[in-house]
């Protein structure tokens, strides 16, 4: 595919399922590019163009939605029951439900917009596949951990888009995880740039009571975008409100504040919240085990209470307790277990603290999405 000459600025099309978890990391390196000169464009959902810092496109089919997906995962595990396994999943989620309405959309874009490059989320493999059959430079960005399920799907992926290899979707995988969280009996089959794991939200207010003075603890309570439900939320909610702790939650798009139904003043329900940006404002995390939260809370220093619900939460939380800077909740603990967490945790000696400092620091050792941007810029493109 040739381009015409348009101007010297290198032109990258970032590509992510229409999700905020899958999206939003990559945003931090799209606004390393911006600040090499490089002209950006974001291709999702288009129900995410007025959240991010750049012009969007769509890249998945309007009519569908990540959530469709998902559905679509829950009803067959429902009617598999205990044969459901997680290790097909994955395929499933990604290759099967998603990669449809992804990839005739995303052929369209590369051929519309005709970027030097492409920098696609891991699990959006129909975006791999468009890139190769339109012949553009590629790069995939590292979302969850690489396991031996990954390179599996990619291995599919790679036949479906007619490639000699799953190593030829990709000249690098750009990866955000820290080397605690990795797999390391798991090799990708790109080349690996690591990039330091940065946290964003769009900009917002952080809520005013935040930035008054400290009254008592103060817990932020998260269960993510895809996983949340308000039942949960409720039970945990009420159980550190009853430890002396002022709680903010974090209901997220899906769930309105009010299916929370009535709580004490302690406890501040929002649907979003500018997640960057508050947690400098708190002393403890409480959620699902999500990548995102995961970083944002140890680049803040702070200890996490993890109660997994899926995907690559347990993974995580596995790791981050083996690091001593969390204490993991599992499903079906007896009530009181969040509260008794929250208790020892929200301690400033709760050793769990300064083992989240000690994280922090290893994730601000690696190399920035600044010095990421301008490698992805300065690599020379492998022969054809």
């Known amino acids: 595919m040739e381009r015409t000459p348009h101007d010297d600025a290198v032109k990258v099309v970032l590509a992510s399922l229409p999700a905020f978890g899958h999206l939003y990391p990559l945003v931090p390196l799209a606004l390393a590019l911006e600040r090499t000169g490089a002209e950006v464009v974001f291709a999702t959902g288009g129900e995410f163009a007025s959240r991010l810092p750049a012009r969007t496109v769509a890249g998945a089919e309007e009519s569908w939605a990540f959530s ?19 290790k097909g999943l994955g395929q499933t989620l990604f290759v099967e439900l998603c990669a ?154 899906g769930i309105e504040p009010s299916a929370l139904g009535d709580m004490p003043a302690a406890v501040h329900v929002e649907q979003e ?33 993890v109660v997994p619900q899926g995907a690559d939460q347990f993974w995580n939380a596995d790791h981050l307790a083996a690091e001593g800077a969390c204490r993991i909740v599992p499903p079906g603990a007896p009530p009181g277990s969040i509260a008794a967490a929250a208790t020892a945790l929200t301690r400033q000696q709760a050793p769990e603290r300064e083992a989240a400092r000690r994280l922090g620091r290893v994730i601000a050792a690696m190399p920035s999405p600044d010095a990421v941007a301008q490698q992805l810029q300065t690599t020379p493109a492998p022969p054809r």
């Open 273 to 305: 919240v500018p997640q960057a940006h508050l947690l400098p404002y708190v002393d403890l995390v409480v959620h699902h085990g999500g990548t995102g939260t995961v970083i944002g809370s140890l680049a803040n220093g702070l200890p996490q209470i």
């Open 68 to 86: 469709d997906a998902t559905s679509e995962i829950g009803r067959r595990v429902e009617r598999l029951g205990e044969t459901a396994s997680d």
């Open 100 to 253: 449809p309405h992804v990839v005739d959309v995303m052929t369209g874009v590369l051929e519309r917009e005709r970027p030097d490059l492409i920098v696609f989320e891991q699990s959006n493999v129909g975006a791999a596949m468009a890139a190769h059959t339109t012949d553009v430079r590629a790069f995939c960005l590292a979302i969850v951990g690489w396991g031996r399920q990954w390179s599996a799907i990619y291995e599919t992926v790679a036949a479906m888009a007619h490639a000699p290899a799953a190593g030829a979707l990709a000249e690098a995988l750009i990866d955000p995880h820290p080397p605690f969280l990795a797999d390391v009996d798991a090799t990708a089959p790109f080349p690996t740039m690591a990039m330091r794991p940065t946290a964003w939200s769009p900009d917002g207010p952080v809520q005013p009571w935040l930035l008054e003075p400290r009254r008592a603890p103060r817990v932020y309570l998260t269960m993510g975008t895809v996983f949340g439900r308000a039942d949960l939320l409720r039970a945990a909610a009420l159980e550190i409100a009853d430890t002396g702790c002022e709680v903010l939650v974090a209901t997220g798009p």
